[in-house]
Every structure is written in structure tokens, then in C-alpha cells.
């Protein structure tokens, strides 16, 4: 091998690729097959983490940035004036092979410029996942770019290999789409998801009947989308994202705030600010729903099409929803435990165990970890001291951005952590 | 005032059990379970050895299990890889309950069950780390080496995790700090004891034992992981709550 070549490559290729948020190296329940290499049937795992805090999972890396399409929010368009580079396929192979067995990576994630069409592209992408599966008898996690246009034939012999696949949506609208990707249909990116839905659902009922009917994608699709570059309100971007979810049975899906790469007068101009707050925001609204039985029409609707800033999303229903409390603790369903502001799904859960046991009071509360100064005007328990004031939300917001010291620090803010230890950006 | 019995057992998780079956058996008023590691002379304390059983600490894990639960045994066993002083006594009372019926792995609000349950989230944490931070190093007799500082004893967790990712290839995960490591030969994993000089990982000696290869491969790790940085998203403080300074040592990613 080449090492100083190699290199250089993947120097070039990594930079690339490196726009896609998604890291995730879970879902799979590929376990390890005949003392092969490698095994993902469990969480998948950070092996370290980027000195913006992202998740280092995957090596994740372009097959080639050279690209016939233009789109502007894209550092690979054809018209940008960077160095242009291509792997071998085997190049891929061995890379990857050798970060696995180091302990380095959880399996690769691997997306490419189109050159040539999308069929041309997509065959090789597929070759280096077949080769991992079937020469390296590899079981990792390997997760490809699904080329927008790409045959439903290689889609289908793609999901084969791969344990997910995606197709990045990137703009949550069509006007938005038609201004920045003009060479871009939105079927292109909806043919390949609907595809791969219908793939997956066809090979779970075959294999119901047949065991050995191999899996197909076992970890699912996901997409991304751009946050900032083309002007959607927050209602926007998540009623599209609640109908992936719905429509396509996407894992996930990924917000990346816009990093300005370019001096197109289309998009925000070079030395704007990655919006990361309100990135995270969408990733807390995108919890709720996949996880705190929230409804879209609940959190963002006509009244409120952006989320506040200074307070987390949970919190600003509570305030704008007061008459639900105070909710008593020893007698809510799970529903509502989930719904106060400083209580994660973990205390929840921990909480209804307890409660079988005693009536929770403050101390028993604060010994299982909720946050008490969020929580504390939200709920009763058995307790005699309680916060019994009638205060108006503007009142509660105050006191509560007050007490918990973390006013609007900044773009950079710490926020993650407000659903407990998964931050959003961790493998999931 | 009455006498404090110290059962004095050789630190081991078998030599535990075999403490808590002796407690069962002589029933003793007041007892201290006590690793022989930090066991201190003491006036007014009466001392017994206990020897480490098989037998009985196979019963007493039986018992455990089939009593309490598979998951409370897990817990236990968890919990005292954490190492932390307190631990015997935790796990002696956490055992009484269990036996007693108490659900120890549920009530959260007993100080006993919410102090276990803090011990596994932290072994488990760790356990977790050390499974994502081991970085293999290829030596010239193709075995892949890698050496971890864990802040608890989580190498035999570990050691299962690595056993079902890398079933063709050889490798030694050795524990710095504890002196001892876990071999796999592609059939079985063992515990052994040995010292690996501290000079393994110097430049000049590396070469002497690790492939020509190895160091490339370092090398383009290395280069991946600045080139896959984004840094108009530069944010310190979250990579230091992720991968904490005391784990660098051995990140090939992070060696200058
Ligand atoms: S097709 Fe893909 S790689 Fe090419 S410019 Fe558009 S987004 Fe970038």
C-alpha cells in the first residue's frame, strides 16, 4: 500500500464527507457470524470524539468528491475550485479493515460525488460493502449513501449488504430545493426511500415465512437536513421530518446547522455563524416526539412556527399549557410524568418502579436525579412544602432561566445534556 | 461495647461470596466484610480470615440468582468491580434485603439500592469507555496489543465484548494499573499475570515490537480524525465531558 497517497486521499475524501452528521453504528443486530470479523449487534459506540464534541463512529469518507451536479450548499459542487481525489475500491476495503481491527471505528459510512450518473456511482459503492460482507467476511456496520436516482435494482442489492442506507434530503423545502439544487428533483430523493421501506417491509414477511431469507438494511434508512441555508421556519422543517418519520419509517433523522462554505449570495455568507442552538433545539423537538409521546401540532403549529431559543422546547409547552399542572407524582400516568419540565424518561422510569414502593417525597426525587429546580412548580408529592404561588409563565420563565444559571450564553451554550446523558449528537 | 467481627477475604469476587456465606453460617452480630488490600490492624475489631471457597461462593451466586434475580446479580457483580471502599458493606445489606424479598434492583429511593445503582451506572460508564478507547497496536507476532488504565477493575466485562467483535484475531488487552491481562488465541480467552515494560510505547522502542505497517496505520488514523473536524463547530469543553484527559494516554488519535 501506498501510505503517503493513501493519505492524501483520505485527507481530501474525510474533509468531504465530513458535512453528514450522522454517525449512528446502531439498530444493526448483525451479530458475529462464523469467528468472522467484527460484531454489531449491540449500541453502537463512540470510539472518540471530534473537538466539536460529534460522535466519532464510522469512518465515514467520499468514494470520490468529483461530482457532475451543482448544488450550491454543497462543498463537492462541480463548480467549487478544491483538490479532487477518488478511492480505489479495495482502497476503501483495506482502509477499513484495518481502522475495524484497531478498534478505531465501528464500520464504515461511505457516500460519494456523483461521476458519470447515478447508477455508475452507486454500483461501486455497493461493490465495496459487497466485498467487506463476502471476502473480508466482515460484520461491522456499514451504512451507504443511497445516490439520488439510483435503480431500484441496485437499491435493492445495496440494502443486501449495508446495514442502513440513506438519501439526504438536505432541503427541507421544494422552493428551497429548486433555488439551491436546481438540477435536483425531489422524487429523486423520494424513489430510493420508498424503495428501500418497501424492500424492508418485503423482506421482514418473507422471513417470517423462510429463515433464511437473508436481512435487508436490519438498521433502517435515515436522511438529513440543512438547517438555515434556505430560510424554513422551524414548523417547517419538523412537519417535513414528522412525515419521514411516518412516511418512509426513517430511524432518524439528522439536522445539520449550515456551515457556510461558499460566497453565493443564495445562502448565508462566509463567517455567519453555524446556528448549533438552534440545531439543537430541532434535535430536542425530534425527541420529544420519537420518545415523549409529544404530536408535531403540540410543540409547533401556526401560533408558534419557531422554537424559543432561551428555553428548551418541553419547558415551553408546560408554559404555554399550565392548566395540565401541577401533576402529582405518586399518582400520573407515564404520560405525564414525561411532560414535566426537568424530568428525563430515565427518572420516569425510576419514579413509577419507586412509587410502588413508598410515596416519593422531595428527598426520594432529588435522590433519583430530576432536575428539582425546573421540576419544582410542575408537580405535587408527598411532601407538606410546596411551590403554591399562581404565577403567570412569564413569571415561571424567569425564575426558572434565573435559578438554573444558564441564561442564553451564546451560540456555544452547553445545552446537550437536557434529556440526560444521550446527547443528540451521539450515536443513538 | 461489643466486638466488631472483620472478615478479612483475599479481594477477589469469589473470596466475597465465600465472606457473605460465612456470615450466613456463623451469624455474627456485628460484621465488616474487608479486602485483605486495605485491611488495617485494629484494637477493637476481631479479625478471621476467610478462605476463598468455590463451593460455597458458587452457592452463594446460585442463591443470588435464583432468589434475588439475574439481573441483582449482575448488579452485584458489577458493583464490586467498582473497588470502592464501601462497597462490601453496600453489597452485604443490598444481599440481606434481597434474601429478605426487598426488590433491590427497583426501589430507588432506599439509600442502599440507589447507592448500587449508582455503582454499576458507574462501572458500567467506564466498562463502556474502555470498550470504545482500547486501541490495538498489530506486534510482529501478529497479536493485536492494547493497554488500558481503567479507573475500575472492568477488564472481564471487556474481555467478553472484545471476545464476540474480534473472534479471528489474536489480541492481549493488558491492565496497567492491575498487573494482569486477558489473552484471546481465537478459541478461548485467559487471565494472565505479567508486567509489560513501560518503554513499549517510546518511539525508539516501538519498532522493536510492533509491525512496520502499525505505525502507518496510526499515522492515517491520526490524520482522519483532524480531517473529519469541523472547526467552525469548535467546542472544547464538550469533547473534554466526552474523551476526559486521563484517557489520552493511549488514543493513537491523540499522541502528538
Ligand atoms: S450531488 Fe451531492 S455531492 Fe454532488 S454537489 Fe450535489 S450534494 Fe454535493
Known sequence: ?428 | MGMIDQYIYDGTFEGFLSAVFEVYERKPLVVKIVSERIATENFFDEEHTIYTDQVKADRVWKGIQTKIGKKAGDWIYRAFLSEKPDRERVLLRIIKKGFLGHRVTEDYADVDVLRLSNLVKMVGREKHRMDAFVRFKLTKDNVYFAEIEPDFDTLPLNAIHFKNRYADQKWLIYDRCRHYGVYYDLHKISYVKLEVSKDINTSEAAPFYFTHDEMHYQDLWKNYFKSTNIPSRKNMRLHLQHVPRRYWKYLSEKQP
Not at chain 1, 356 to 373: P, Q, T, V
Open chain 1, 1 to 428: 500500500m501506498n501510505f503517503e497517497r493513501i493519505k492524501e486521499k483520505l485527507n481530501i475524501l474525510a474533509d468531504a464527507a465530513k458535512y453528514d452528521v450522522s454517525c449512528s453504528s446502531s439498530g444493526s443486530k448483525r451479530a458475529n457470524k462464523n469467528k468472522g470479523l467484527g460484531d454489531s449487534s449491540g449500541m453502537g459506540i463512540c470510539h472518540t470524539y471530534t473537538e466539536d464534541g460529534r460522535c466519532v463512529s464510522l469512518l465515514k469518507i467520499l468514494l470520490t468528491n468529483h461530482c457532475i451536479f451543482d448544488c450550491a450548499y454543497c462543498v463537492t459542487r462541480k463548480s467549487n475550485d478544491i483538490k479532487r481525489a477518488a478511492f480505489k475500491v479495495q482502497e476503501v476495503v483495506d482502509l477499513t479493515i484495518n481502522f475495524y481491527r484497531r478498534n478505531y471505528i465501528e464500520g464504515l459510512f461511505l457516500s460519494s460525488g456523483i461521476f458519470k450518473n447515478a447508477d455508475y456511482t452507486m454500483e461501486r459503492l455497493v461493490a465495496v460493502a459487497k466485498k467487506l460482507r463476502e471476502e473480508e467476511n466482515f460484520n461491522g456496520y456499514i451504512h451507504l449513501k443511497s445516490i439520488p436516482g439510483a435503480s431500484d435494482e441496485l437499491m435493492r442489492e445495496a440494502g443486501l449488504y449495508a446495514d442502513r442506507l440513506s438519501v439526504n434530503i438536505e432541503i427541507p423545502s421544494e422552493k428551497g430545493l429548486k433555488l439551491l439544487a436546481p438540477d435536483k428533483k425531489r422524487e429523486d430523493f423520494i424513489k430510493p426511500m420508498q424503495k428501500v421501506k418497501n424492500e424492508i417491509i418485503q423482506y421482514k414477511s418473507e422471513k417470517k415465512l423462510i429463515k433464511s431469507t437473508p436481512v435487508y438494511a436490519p438498521a433502517g434508512q435515515s436522511t438529513q437536513m440543512i438547517i438555515g441555508a434556505s430560510g424554513e421556519t422551524d414548523a417547517e422543517i419538523m412537519y417535513t421530518s414528522a412525515y419521514f418519520y411516518k412516511q418512509f419509517k426513517m430511524k432518524r433523522v439528522y439536522y445539520s446547522g449550515y456551515i457556510p462554505i461558499s460566497y453565493d449570495e443564495r445562502l448565508p455568507s462566509i463567517g455567519t455563524e453555524v446556528p448549533m442552538m438552534r440545531e439543537n433545539r430541532l434535535y430536542q423537538t425530534d425527541w420529544l416526539l420519537r420518545f415523549y409521546g409529544f404530536d408535531i401540532r403540540e410543540l409547533l403549529n401556526k401560533e408558534h412556527p419557531n422554537l424559543e431559543t432561551d428555553i428548551d422546547p418541553k419547558l415551553s409547552w408546560a408554559l404555554r399549557n399550565l392548566e395540565h399542572f401541577p401533576v402529582d407524582i405518586n399518582k400520573a400516568d407515564r404520560r405525564m410524568l414525561a411532560r414535566i419540565p426537568g424530568i428525563g424518561m430515565r427518572s420516569v422510569h425510576k419514579i413509577i418502579q419507586a412509587r410502588r414502593y413508598r410515596k416519593l417525597n422531595w428527598e426520594h426525587l432529588k435522590a433519583i436525579g430530576i432536575s428539582i429546580n425546573r421540576a419544582q412548580y410542575f408537580l405535587i408529592c408527598d411532601s407538606a412544602t410546596f411551590e403554591t404561588k399562581d404565577r403567570t409563565a412569564a413569571q415561571l420563565k424567569s425564575l426558572i432561566i434565573g435559578t438554573s444559571g444558564s441564561k442564553w450564553r451564546g451560540a456555544y451554550s452547553n445545552q446537550l445534556n437536557l434529556f440526560g446523558s444521550n446527547a443528540p449528537l451521539t450515536t443513538s
